[in-house]
């Protein structure tokens, strides 16, 4: 549920920990403080009515319609597919599967089909345009498409079939290119669902169900890492777990192939994501900066290239110095934004072309993607509908900044919040 670019925290409760207590009257003026901030940024919180009935309708008799459509698309049933999520995600959009074959590997990575179920002409998709995502702030989430619908029909929940939109990709033994891809309609059916916790422990025990592929995925997902940075992407989180490693990796290798597929097999103006580069200057700033800090030293085999120089530089840094480099290099780097048009590339990943179209559920970006995608329909408002996701996904980030920072202010840790959730203390009736 997470990409290289952005990647997404879900507020909730850590494993092994209890949430954040806090009393009623702060609980009140957080309360009050988190109004403020969605007001402020034009994030509508309750969904309208229609919606809501709309969305309740698409939920009833789930097993009957996906029973009808077993025909029309690839049943996948008896593939070996699992979700990885954190522990308190409320929706499991994507699962993956993989095989090692003599010439290479195949890697599936099955997308819950939310145009199944919100079309262009439904209320749900005109809701879903306006809030443009899913906003995560700590221990509250603002959904783009309502919980009834994400939760249940859209969600790849263990042992229930569901209705998916797989990329299967035909990767090269040694290379990991894309040898075919193929994009299509299909049913699965989750055999379990981890968490990045389980799935590390998975990776560890010889005997544990789904070890063998867990293990398989991550010798994919590591080199398809190590591939990824000797051509020059820039990794600024060098030490995420072999779980995030698993997913981070496979989502990427799906968003490219799709990518792919729209740009240069189809021609096709799609909702596409582009990231300019800082001029030299600005890196030179930026690398400057770093080379500054305590304990730290850029290999000079590198400074040619600011993104191996980044990459290098965190990988031998002092852990107390990671944040001040990410900072340093994240000051210079210009917003990445949708656009119609692909050329430009994506700067950070080192992408020629790139688009999003793993998170259907939390993303405008993907939902309108996975609709040309199967339809070959482009949106005629498609110019608007980029320059709209992106102000919007701006007003969330900004929203979640404040918000984070007014946290601190009265002494929460946002962290702690994220990891944990809150909790408001309970007083007997004689206090």
């Given at each position: 549920m997470t990409d290289a670019e952005e990647g997404q925290a879900y507020a909730g409760t850590a494993e092994g920990q209890g949430p954040v207590v806090i009393d009623e009257?702060?609980?009140?003026?957080?309360?009050?403080?988190?109004?403020?901030?969605l007001e402020k940024f034009e994030i509508p919180d309750a969904f309208p009515g229609a919606v809501l009935e709309e969305a309740e309708a698409r939920t009833e008799d789930i097993e009957s319609e996906i029973r009808s459509e077993v025909d029309e698309r690839r049943d996948l049933r008896e593939l070996?597919?699992?979700?990885?999520?954190?522990?308190?995600?409320?929706?499991f959009d994507d699962a993956i599967s993989v095989e090692k074959r003599e010439d290479g590997y195949v890697l599936w990575v099955h997308i819950a089909d939310v145009t199944h179920y919100v079309t262009p002409e439904t209320a749900t998709w005109q809701e879903a345009k306006q809030r443009g995502n899913t906003v995560y702030l700590p221990a509250y989430t603002i959904h783009m498409l309502p919980p009834t619908l994400a939760e249940t029909v859209c969600s790849l929940v263990p042992e229930e079939d569901r209705l998916a939109h797989t990329v299967e990709m035909y990767l090269d033994g040694e290379t990991l290119s894309y040898e075919e891809i193929d994009i299509y309609k299909s049913v699965i059916r989750s055999d379990e669902r981890l968490t990045y916790s389980q799935a590390e422990k998975r990776l560890d025990d010889p005997d544990a169900p789904l070890h063998e592929e867990c293990t398989l995925v991550h010798e994919l997902a590591d080199r398809m890492h190590e591939i990824r940075k000797e051509d020059g992407s820039l990794v600024l989180n060098p030490r995420r777990d072999r779980?995030?490693?698993?997913?981070?990796?496979c989502m990427l290798k799906a968003n490219k192939a799709v990518t792919?597929?729209?740009?240069?097999?189809?021609?096709?103006?799609?909702?596409?994501?582009v990231h300019p580069q800082p001029t030299p200057d600005e890196w030179d700033?930026?690398?400057q900066e770093i080379q500054e800090l305590d304990g730290v030293s850029i290999p000079a085999e590198n400074w040619d290239d600011p993104r191996k120089a980044v990459n290098a530089t965190l990988e031998q840094a002092p852990s107390r110095q990671l944040g001040k480099i990410?900072?340093?290099v994240m000051k210079v780097m210009p917003r990445a934004r949708y656009m119609a048009d692909p050329f430009g590339g994506h700067h950070a990943l080192n992408f020629e072309i790139y688009g999003h179209f793993t998170s259907p559920i939390r993303r405008l970006s993907d939902l309108v993607d996975h609709w040309i995608v199967h339809s070959n329909d482009v949106p005629a408002d498609l110019d608007a509908l980029c320059s709209h996701a992106?102000?919007?996904?701006?007003?969330?980030?900004?929203?979640?900044?404040?918000?984070?920072?007014?946290?601190?202010?009265?002494?929460?840790?946002?962290q702690a919040v994220n990891n944990r959730g809150l909790e408001v203390e309970e007083h007997d009736a004689e206090e």
């Open positions: 009257e702060l609980a009140r003026h957080i309360e009050r403080k988190r109004e403020e901030l070996t597919t699992w979700t990885t999520d954190p522990i308190d995600a409320q929706d779980a995030h490693t698993i997913i981070e990796e792919h597929e729209l740009m240069w097999n189809r021609g096709v103006e799609a909702m596409y994501r700033k930026a690398l990410q900072w340093a992106s102000d919007r996904q701006k007003a969330a980030e900004q929203c979640e900044r404040e918000y984070r920072q007014f946290l601190e202010e009265v002494g929460i840790d946002p």
